[in-house]
């Protein structure tokens, strides 16, 4: 598409100037350079046709290239037919520094804002290179054999491109200084500017025969020129400054008091046109598609993968997920309940059970543990039940977290010891303790040991029968369950099925309870309650060794600062057709990779196995025609040339 010409008319009271040069920063700032060697720079006016300058002193001859230092435009550099250099504070004229060391006018600038260099190419046939803190050049690049007229930075720094009067763009290399790529045109270039991507090289030319004007661009990679516009006589060979704006213009510098802008004419906009040009599902012509086997047995293959991953992900979605979270207990004068079913192997009338609390007093306030002579011997029944609870907590155990989480989303809860069956003909020898105790929320020891407990004057004591024995004593015992707080489904307790055999009659029996307060947020439950963990431990008093202490069994529990809220979290059915999407996408992607793979394998294949039969097609033909009978072809003279 051809750009469209939009001249501006810039005010200037002296009509022997003309302008040599000019730039414009982000702001829509322009600076612009004379033949008189003054320099004018503006600020943006909403008057196209007219603007005000402020006038940057200096240079004693002609501007030949001006540009803007930073990209903030708070500098200005230009250079100038008296062979300086110089570096100005944007409308201000106070120069900063002066560099001096071209021996003939300088007639182009080019600065990178990244390294925070710059570079000067002039009359006498050199490109310089500048850093702003030193008066001394980094480096000089000899090559051309003209005038050199502009210079340009590639994006990434490292090269630096310059174009002459000879008609050689060169591409430096700048820690090199060597040629990198010389490009030939037929014309003197007048300026030089890199794309954005660094791939392409605009640049303006002179034609000395037509004195026109052209514009072109150049394939750095492949040294190809493309003509994009060309004679424009109305620059009369002026045309010293192009640079790409966001706003897709070119601005370049012009005689007398006009600036020219090169502005790309665009299309008018159509919605329609925009919509379909955003198509990303590009629809191809069925004459042009050739379906294969191989490709026809992937997508099979394709389709029923992709059936069964969403059939899996579709039943394993119905599954929700537990959320986790911790909070300090604040709740310190709400009371405990403990839940305790056990059996000790002596009788009733010889233990005795009571909780103490730290203040080592004794915190009942209501409930007591039902007494119950039995046999600690199980029935057979309860001997399958009691089995298959030790085996679901051994599980448990060893795979805490999965079988944990499972049993809170289904609400199961393992089985309790059934009721005895049958009743045994012997005397009872054991003593089952059942019930619910309220205590307060404070940390305390519930404990079974020999004698009956009572409370006199703020003490605490336990009475053992007369006539009883040590040896008597046997503080083996079942747990079939232990537990604090509401009876909760999913709820794992630790000790329910615990079985210990005591081996003396002087075992002690410890179990040490962290007790946790738990907020349960279940579709089976909503409620308040705790959980624990807990530590074993057992020992054989022996005074003599110095291992003090009284028989019996000891619950310590402490109840935990931190509460856990347990919460079900229900998944949105939005997030399943997001995560099915993913699975075609993922599935359909992941064939078509495999259906390319393969393809090539084929072809490789096939082709070297076409070329193997063709080779042996001509290698036989090749002997049949040896092999034939040669055939011989006789002239016969003609009579009448006879002799």
Known sequence: ????????????????????????????????????????????????????????????????????????????????????????????????????????????????HKTDRFASGSMDQTVRLWTPDRLNILR???????????????????????????????????????????????????????????????SISYNNEQKSDKISIWDIRSANETCIIQNIPSHRRLLKSCQIQNTNKFLTGFDKSLLMTLRQRRKPIIPSEIVRDLDAFVKVENDFKQPTTTGGTISIITIIVVICLSIIHIVTFQSNTLKYDYDVDWDHDSKLKINVDMTVAMSCVLIGSDVLDITNTNPMESGKLDEEETWFEMSPLQKQAFDRLQTGYRLIREQYHAIHDLLWLSGHTLEQLPKREIQLEQKTDSCRLHGTLEVNKLAGNFHIILGKSFSFFGAHAHISPMGVQNTAMNFSHRIDHLSFGLPTPGLIQPLNGDLKIANSSSQVFQYFLEVVPTVVQTSYANVETYQYAVTEKTRTIDHGSGSHGMPGIFIRYEISPLKITVKEVLRSYWLLLIEIGGIFGGVYATSGMIHSLISIIYDAIFKQCSNNQVSNDIKRKSMNDDNSPGIAIGITPDSSSVM
Not at 72 to 79: T, W
Not at 81 to 91: E, G, N, P, T, V
Not at 159 to 181: K, M, T
């Open 1 to 112: 598409m051809l750009p469209e010409l939009i001249i501006h008319q810039l005010t200037n009271q002296n009509l022997n100037e003309w302008f040599t040069c000019a730039d414009i920063n982000h702001k829509q700032e322009i600076v612009c350079g004379t033949d008189q060697g003054i320099i004018y720079q503006t600020h943006p006016s909403t008057n196209e046709n007219s603007s005000t300058y402020t006038q940057l002193i200096g240079h004693t001859k002609l501007i030949s290239d001006i540009c803007y230092y930073d990209p903030d435009g708070n500098y200005v550099l230009s250079c100038s037919a008296d062979k300086d250099i110089r570096l100005w504070r944007s409308f201000s004229s106070n120069c900063i520094t002066i560099y001096r060391s071209h021996l003939s006018p300088v007639w182009c600038l080019a600065v990178h």
């Open 140 to 202: 000089t690049f000899i090559y051309h054999t003209d005038d050199v007229n502009t210079l340009s930075f590639h994006p990434n720094g490292k090269y630096l491109a310059s174009g002459s009067n000879d008609g050689l763009i060169i591409l430096w290399s700048i820690e090199q200084a060597q040629p990198a790529r010389i490009l030939k045109s037929s014309s003197s270039i007048e300026h030089l500017t890199f794309t954005s991507d660094g791939n392409y090289l605009i």
